[in-house]
């Protein structure tokens, strides 16, 4: 007796038939890009996968397609939303197509991404982030060091070959004042995969020789928002919160702030800004040296005049009266001008205290105040733009996706296959059933049209 059985290709056309039954309309999925490659024909090749929440090792893998002519609207649409461009890492919500083909098996064609997905799940990995170290309580650690009124001994970490990173050399070399800065360099990867990792084994080697530095300097050139996403890496930004130095950083960004430049002592929108805060504050400290000494020569030499000449009041009057009180009272005299000189310089050093305190005050007060309120603007009118702009962009793809399936469906492509339209007295014919025996009906090719008479018609029986 024979076993049942099927070929491989019955088989793999009774699974294509299953799963185009199952799924005969676009369904929407969620998925980490793992890799992507455009070839030379604009087609895009995807590996999507999934990683398990707590061990994040690979639970399932499938690879995708974008076609030339959506991939050109899709990546486009993407890259002006999410102000970035498809890449390895990303989590998406991709909209697909499932199919099974008896020779290469199950694939599927991505046919919409929805950037907003991607930005927030971006914006949630960034607050999750944000709110572990603030439940740890480091968020905030590194800025409660005290820098260095003169901090001239750096530990810079970057790459040796980044624009940033010569920038920031020559600022520092060529300053206007002539000040010595001591640099050492540990070598970093500042974009790709690899940028957390190298930036964590940077700050180690630093910690170990903690004694010889001023500050860290975290320092890269500009890029990418995606290049920048190592920089909200909790390894990373937990390691910048326990630095025994303070961590300055300048990681190359004008609109967008990362954890490490939240957890940092400081965090500056460029290298030069870096070099330029380093520079300013030792001739702050500089400049405040000599005004100090300037006031506090002015105010002694005039305290001392005025005692000088109360003492000289003094002596004229007591000489007046009799110079034997004079002379019996000489030792309490002397005695009483030592007490009004440490009288004199204790109050001068105390006023100039007072003063100094409260002008540090209001200035920090005042600049504060100012950055917030600038700050809030920026914000502001950041939003509003972007709001305007995802707006505009996302009815544009709309109306590009729309124009593409009305292309898709014009019957001038079904002529160009070899189909052909037939009528019957103007009337589209589309069924045996609407016509009879010598009816003369048209046929219209791609190429033009032939006349025909109906001799035979051989109706199809309903099961």
């Not at 790459?159 to 206007?176: H, K, M, R, V």
Request: charged letters at 25%; proline letters at 2%.
């Amino acid at each position: 007796m024979e076993k049942a059985s099927l070929t491989l290709a019955e088989l793999n056309n009774y699974v294509r038939d299953i799963i185009e039954a199952n799924f005969p309309d676009e369904i929407w999925i969620i998925a980490e890009i793992s890799e992507l490659n455009v070839n030379a024909k604009g087609h895009c090749y995807i590996d999507f996968i999934e990683r398990d929440e707590l061990t994040k090792k690979i639970i399932a893998r499938q690879r995708a397609t974008i076609w030339a002519f959506q991939y050109r609207l899709i990546s486009g649409h993407f890259e002006s939303i999410a102000r970035q461009p498809l890449s390895t890492g990303m989590k998406v919500l991709v909209s697909v197509q499932v199919k099974y083909h008896v020779l290469y098996g199950l694939s599927l064609n991505v046919t919409d991404i929805d950037p907003s997905y991607t930005l927030g799940e971006q914006a949630r990995h960034r607050e999750a982030v944000i709110k572990q170290l603030e439940e740890e309580g480091v968020l905030e650690m590194n800025r409660g060091l005290e820098l260095e009124k003169i901090p001239q001994k750096l530990a810079v970490i970057s790459s040796e070959t980044a624009a940033g990173f010569g920038d920031f050399i020559n600022q520092l070399e060529y300053n206007p004042y002539g000040y010595y800065f001591k640099i050492e360099l540990f070598q970093a990867f500042m974009q790709g995969e690899k940028t957390s990792e190298s930036v964590i084994n940077a700050l180690g080697q630093i910690y170990d020789l903690e004694d010889k530095f001023d500050a860290i300097l975290i320092i890269r050139g500009g890029g990418a928002k995606a290049e920048l996403s190592a920089f909200d890496d909790y390894d990373l930004s937990f390691m910048i919160s326990q630095s025994p130095i303070p961590v300055l950083t300048g990681i190359g960004h004008e609109r967008d702030e990362s954890v490490a430049d939240m957890v940092a002592w400081q965090a500056f929108k460029t290298p030069t800004a870096v070099a330029d805060f380093l520079i300013d504050r030792i001739a702050n400290f500089d400049h405040l040296l000599d005004d100090m000494t300037r006031k506090l020569h002015m105010l002694t030499r005039s305290r001392l005049d005025k005692a000088e000449n109360r003492l000289e009041r003094q002596e004229y009057q007591i000489h007046s009266a009799a110079k034997s009180s004079l002379q019996n009272e000489s030792h309490g005299l002397n005695k009483l001008s030592r007490q009004l000189s440490y009288g004199l310089k204790g109050y001068i050093n105390s006023q100039y205290n007072i003063l100094e305190n409260f002008g540090g005050d209001m200035k920090n007060k005042s600049k504060w105040f100012i950055k917030t309120k600038r700050l809030k603007c920026e914000e502001f009118h950041n939003s509003l733009k972007l709001s305007k702009n995802q707006f505009l962009t996302a009815h544009h793809h709309k109306l590009e996706l729309s124009e593409a399936k009305v292309l898709s469906n014009d019957p001038r492509k079904l002529l160009k296959s070899g189909y052909g339209y037939i009528t019957y007295k103007g009337k589209r014919i589309s069924s045996a059933s609407e016509l009879n025996v010598n009816d003369f009906i048209r046929i219209a090719f791609k190429d033009g049209k032939a006349d025909a008479q109906v001799t035979e018609i051989n109706r199809h029986k309903k099961d």
